[in-house]
């Protein structure tokens, strides 16, 4: 898989900006950062709780400097694929994380499950039965499934269906918003954007952002118009979006961060996203306090 994908230092900076105003901070260099949240002061990378995954190169020296040297109480580093080199570099580190962990990023094989015949051989009996019995419903209404040629007339539904389904999110930010349309558009811009949309009885039922890179599909962004359950719009849209893939000789289809159930129902194949926690000495924490 890439790890590239959020490593354009234009990119960077529009997360970084972003982070910015909504942190009192201190800029360690090299991505790093200490940031404050009430009285606790935190050593991150700037934008790790902002995307997917990231990846640095970055000298084992240098980073047992900035841990060695800096006051902070807990220093946290998440988000960090399996494969990375920054993972690397925390595991050559002479002082040890209090706490290592990780979460899963769910794939499928597209150069195992090469075609629609063992995608649905490799998926439950209930997952291929619900699968016809939308797909059914679907064909008795009419529906419509493409891919779009820029995501931009469909910003706005997106954002819609989206906020009425978590109103409570990141994504209630407006300048959250703005960032997220900024990064999209520069991706779209290299040519690294697929937009699935489904539409039923002509009106729109999903929306799906798919990065791509190297016959790689990330499912970046998925937004769902509620009024359509019935058809369940998500599950037939990454079908549909899988039968896309396949033609055009995908090798994986990248479901993302987050482990949600739904996931399951298509693979149970994943990546672990790691997590380090490192703590300074007793001293430095209480003076992670005071200053």
């Given amino acids: 898989m890439s790890l590239s994908i959020f490593q354009d230092k234009e990119i960077f900076e529009i997360y970084f900006n972003y ?10 260099g090299n991505g790093f950062i200490i940031r404050k949240v009430g009285k606790v002061k935190r050593l991150h990378y700037a934008i ?15 980073v047992e400097r900035i841990l060695k040297s800096e006051i902070y109480y807990k220093a946290v580093f998440k988000n960090i694929l399996e494969n990375s080199k920054i993972k690397s570099v ?3 580190l002479t002082i040890r994380p209090i706490n290592i962990s990780f979460s899963k990023v769910y794939y499928i094989d597209l150069k195992e499950l090469n075609s629609e015949e ?3 051989k490799s998926l439950s009996y209930n997952q291929r039965r619900n699968l016809k019995k939308y797909g059914n419903r679907l064909n008795r209404v009419g529906y419509e499934f493409f891919r779009a040629e820029s995501y931009k007339p469909y910003k706005e539904k997106m954002l819609e269906f989206i906020l009425k389904r978590h109103e409570n999110t990141i994504f209630s930010d ?3 918003q703005n960032l997220k349309f900024k990064v999209l558009d520069i991706l779209e811009e290299k040519r690294m954007v697929y937009t699935y949309v489904m539409k039923i009885k002509n009106e729109i039922a999903s929306i799906n ?14 937004a769902i118009n509620e009024k359509f359950y019935e058809f369940s719009p998500g599950r037939m849209s990454v079908w549909n979006i899988l039968k ?3 033609k055009e000789k995908f090798l994986e289809f990248n479901c993302m961060k987050g482990e949600s159930e739904y ?7 994943f990546y672990k996203l790691y997590r380090y926690e490192f703590e300074p000495s007793i001293l430095k924490k209480f003076f992670s306090f005071m200053f």
Avoid: G, H
């Fill in 263 to 269: 996931k399951t129902l298509w693979t149970d194949k």
């Fill in 19 to 28: 982070v910015k105003k909504r942190y009192k901070f201190k800029d360690l």
């Fill in 209 to 222: 952002i798919v990065l791509v890179s190297n016959k790689i599909a990330y499912w970046w962004i998925t």
């Fill in 90 to 92: 925390l595991d050559s």
């Fill in 48 to 62: 790790d709780d902002l995307i997917d995954w990231w990846d640095l190169n970055i000298s084992k020296d240098e």
């Fill in 174 to 176: 407006f300048e959250f």
């Fill in 244 to 246: 896309d893939l396949l």
């Fill in 118 to 120: 063992k995608i649905l």
